[in-house]
């Protein structure tokens, strides 16, 4: 607990919490960019006639990928090769529950959508909508777990793991 003086913080719990909201913030960028290049692979999969299922699970994966090589170093400040049983493993379980909320709300979706007969476009654009809400759902609850559980103020830190902030 944080002693308060003459109705002063000391400056250690500011900068802390300057240092969680630019973690949150560079978070948020890396997940903007992450979904991005997502919503380029759903929609090419999607406009070619890729079932939903399909589309979301590539979209994901793409992200995925891109999310962990640039959280790991941008938000986290981690650096060289990554612990399999501390970071990746851990980062997988966490973002492969995100997607399998994504992939099952945009799976649902599309199969919900289909008997409407509507035309493919906006077949195309509602089961997209789906996917990016799905993926704003989770952001706080996978920024939170990755915080806490995997490359944060929780997870194990190791020199050879860790740069200074």
């Known amino acids: 607990m944080t002693t308060v003086t003459n109705g002063v913080r000391p400056r250690t719990t500011e900068k802390t919490r300057r240092r969680g909201w630019a973690r949150l913030a560079r978070a948020a960028a890396t997940s903007v960019a992450a979904t991005v290049l997502s919503q380029v692979v759903l929609l090419v999969v999607l406009a070619t006639g890729g079932a939903?299922?399909?589309?979301?699970?590539?979209?994901?994966?793409?992200?995925?990928?891109?999310?962990?090589?640039?959280?790991?170093?941008?938000?986290?400040?981690?650096?060289?090769?990554?612990?399999?049983?501390?970071?990746?493993?851990?980062?997988?379980?966490?973002?492969?529950?995100g997607g399998l909320a994504?992939?099952?709300?945009?799976?649902?979706?599309?199969?919900?959508?289909?008997?409407?007969?509507?035309?493919?476009?906006?077949?195309?654009?509602?089961?997209?909508?789906?996917?990016?809400?799905?993926?704003?759902?989770v952001f706080v609850v996978k920024f939170t777990l990755l915080d806490r559980l995997v490359f944060g103020r929780g997870a194990a830190r190791t020199p050879a793991t860790t740069s200074p902030s």
């Not at 650096?79 to 399999?84: A, I, N």
């Not at 945009?106 to 509507?118: F, K, Q, V």
């Open 102 to 137: 994504s992939i099952g709300l945009t799976t649902l979706a599309g199969s919900l959508l289909t008997p409407l007969n509507l035309p493919h476009v906006w077949w195309v654009v509602l089961v997209d909508a789906t996917y990016v809400a799905s993926y704003a759902l």
């Open 52 to 97: 939903a299922a399909l589309a979301s699970t590539l979209a994901w994966a793409a992200g995925a990928v891109l999310n962990f090589v640039v959280t790991r170093r941008w938000v986290w400040g981690r650096t060289g090769r990554p612990r399999v049983r501390r970071e990746l493993l851990p980062y997988l379980v966490v973002i492969g529950l």
